[in-house]
């Protein structure tokens, strides 16, 4: 889902850029005036961050990774799950090249936005229901709603060529099949949440096993990534470009470009790539504590 350089014309991308800003700037606000649980922050922030690495084939000739925006809201509340997911989005932005510079901001708005507000209120809704039943849906349509928005953005620009009704179908159905995934993990790791960790929210260290966690979805990755190439399956944005006869133009691929080392073995590579992402994402987490603490 994270949009290239040269699908979006230039004043939408602004246009996003603005809108991105003004609710990730009052989500900081509002974290700074509440207070933010910096392990926790870290820990979910390099999770999900692992977690996308893990790109699975799916049959139909796609493939999919978890998101996890509805899963920070649900974990951090809506204002520091946004900040999250924004690190996670600018980090594969500057240093991966995944997602564009410029149409970042439209990036930040479908995934740090609109993902993590509206699944934090769906499972806010829900909840008292049922908590799993909530976790799903908010999972689930978090992501779809999310893939929607991409839809609209790329339908409204001309650089596109394409009609708003044709790019959100495309982008709507293809994530709403994927979406179930995305919300039995997230269901899951809710689940688990609630039933075996309660005390999740008030840490103030970083989990060793979270870390643990973490770390074998690191080690896994470049198998998945294999498994992804090997049939020769790309994310649903790519195929709905392809169908439609659109090329990316995106001149900055990143230090570490598609999560890869220049002039090492891809799978090696993406090894390395891996745990380079993660390490910044605890870094940051600490830096933050320390900086509180003092």
């Known amino acids: 889902m994270h949009i290239p350089d040269g699908f979006l014309t230039l004043n939408l991308a602004l246009t996003m850029w603005a809108l991105s800003i003004a609710v990730l700037?009052?989500?900081?606000?509002?974290?700074?005036?509440?207070?933010?649980?910096?392990?926790?922050?870290?820990?979910?922030?390099?999770?999900?961050?692992?977690?996308?690495?893990?790109?699975?084939?799916?049959?139909?000739?796609?493939?999919?990774?978890?998101?996890?925006?509805?899963?920070?809201?649900?974990?951090?509340?809506?204002?520091?799950?946004?900040?999250?997911?924004?690190?996670?989005?600018?980090?594969?932005?500057?240093?991966?090249?995944?997602?564009?510079?410029?149409?970042?901001?439209?990036?930040?708005?479908?995934?740090?936005?609109?993902?993590?507000?509206?699944?934090?209120?769906?499972?806010?809704?829900?909840?008292?229901?049922?908590?799993?039943?909530?976790?799903?849906?908010?999972?689930?349509?978090?992501?779809?709603?999310?893939?929607?928005?991409?839809?609209?953005?790329?339908?409204?620009?001309?650089?596109?060529?394409?009609?708003?009704?044709?790019?959100?179908?495309?982008?709507?159905?293809?994530?709403?099949?994927?979406?179930?995934?995305?919300?039995?993990?997230?269901?899951?790791?809710?689940?688990?949440?609630?039933?075996?960790r309660s005390d999740l929210g008030t840490e103030t260290k970083v989990s060793k096993k979270a870390l643990t966690v973490i770390a074998l979805m690191i080690l896994v990755s470049p198998v998945f990534a294999y498994l992804a190439e090997l049939v020769n399956y790309s994310e649903p944005l790519e195929n709905v470009a392809h169908q439609l006869g659109i090329e990316e133009n995106q001149e900055y691929s990143g230090i570490l470009p598609d999560y890869t080392v220049p002039g090492l073995n891809d799978y090696l590579g993406t090894l390395i790539s891996g745990l380079v992402g993660v390490g910044i994402f605890i870094s940051l987490a600490m830096m933050r504590r320390h900086a509180s603490a003092d």
């Open 25 to 196: 700037g009052y989500s900081i606000k509002k974290v700074r005036e509440n207070g933010v649980n910096t392990a926790m922050l870290g820990v979910v922030s390099a999770g999900i961050f692992a977690a996308q690495m893990l790109n699975w084939p799916i049959p139909g000739g796609t493939s999919a990774h978890f998101v996890g925006g509805a899963l920070a809201g649900i974990l951090l509340g809506p204002y520091a799950g946004s900040i999250a997911m924004a690190s996670v989005l600018i980090i594969q932005a500057l240093i991966y090249g995944d997602g564009g510079l410029i149409a970042l901001g439209a990036n930040l708005w479908n995934m740090a936005v609109v993902n993590v507000f509206v699944g934090y209120y769906l499972y806010r809704l829900l909840s008292n229901t049922n908590r799993n039943l909530a976790a799903f849906v908010a999972g689930w349509l978090g992501i779809t709603l999310a893939a929607a928005f991409a839809g609209i953005e790329l339908g409204l620009s001309s650089d596109f060529k394409y009609n708003i009704f044709i790019t959100t179908s495309a982008m709507g159905l293809w994530h709403g099949v994927l979406g179930i995934i995305e919300g039995i993990i997230t269901a899951g790791i809710v689940s688990y949440v609630h039933s075996s």
